[in-house]
């Protein structure tokens, strides 16, 4: 069974760059049919989704953070990862790893979600 | 950019049927997917291709999608389906996904 898991720290002060990275175990992440994608939730609202990249390096991200992201696949380490630039209070959330299905971009696999506060 | 309109909330009473609608303009032109959350879990996605389901997603859950609406049906609702539900499409025009504001499922 696919298993997906975030890491990263907690707490990122403002103007400082969120980095996260999700550890992929059961499957590999180099397979075509998908991609590996970041979605966030600010406490008590809804999903959004940041962007997704495929092993091979193709990628998309949402237009509204697309100048402040960064993801990245380290096929190496069965990994991808989050780099979200220039944080401010607003980009507060549970930051969930998943795998995205790249016929359809729906996501069957998610990780659990670890919160990311941005605070001084 | 891309909207989707959910209702914040529907209530519903055990066994009965709820109905959760998702308005996005020509969305019955698009692939529609569907989320379940409980809250403090990840989304458990409960339809894909606007109306399969995942393996153990029970037969209860369906989803139509026609013209502005696509809706996801809730047949028998019991105890264990009150949470939230999100609908989701890709933008191709941009190359993105986007996600509805989410409803609250009450099961009274």
């Known amino acids: 069974q696919l298993q997906l898991q975030e890491s990263g720290p907690g707490l990122v002060k403002p103007s400082e760059t969120l980095s996260l990275t999700c550890s992929v175990s059961?499957?590999?992440?180099?397979?075509?049919?998908?991609?590996w994608g970041w979605i966030r939730q600010p406490p008590g609202k809804g999903l959004e989704w940041i962007g997704s990249?495929?092993?091979?390096?193709?990628?998309y991200y949402t237009p509204s953070l697309k100048s402040r992201v960064t993801i990245a696949v380290d096929t190496s380490k069965n990994e991808f990862s989050l780099r979200l630039s220039s944080a401010t209070v607003a980009d507060t959330a549970v930051y969930y790893c998943?795998?995205?299905?790249?016929?359809?971009?729906?996501?069957?696999?998610w990780g659990q979600g670890t919160l990311v506060t941005v605070s001084s | 950019s891309y909207v989707l309109t959910q209702p914040p909330s529907v209530s519903v009473a055990p066994g009965k049927t709820a109905r959760i609608t998702c308005g996005g303009d020509?969305?019955?032109?698009?692939?529609v997917h569907w989320y379940q959350q409980k809250p403090g879990q990840a989304p458990v996605l409960v339809i894909y291709?606007?109306?399969d389901r995942p393996s153990g997603i029970p037969e209860r859950f369906s989803a139509s999608n026609s013209a502005n609406t696509a809706a996801l049906t809730i047949n028998s609702v019991e105890a264990a389906d009150e949470a939230d539900y999100y609908c989701?499409?890709?933008?191709?025009?941009?190359?993105?996904?986007?996600f509805g504001g989410g409803t609250k499922l009450t099961v009274l």
């Open positions: 998943a795998r995205v299905y790249s016929s359809g971009w729906f996501s069957d696999f």
């Open positions: 059961g499957g590999s992440i180099s397979t075509s049919s998908f991609y």
């Open positions: 990249m495929s092993y091979r390096g193709s990628s």
């Open positions: 020509n969305i019955g032109g698009k692939t």
């Open positions: 291709y606007s109306n």
């Open positions: 989701q499409v890709w933008v191709s025009t941009t190359d993105h996904v986007v």
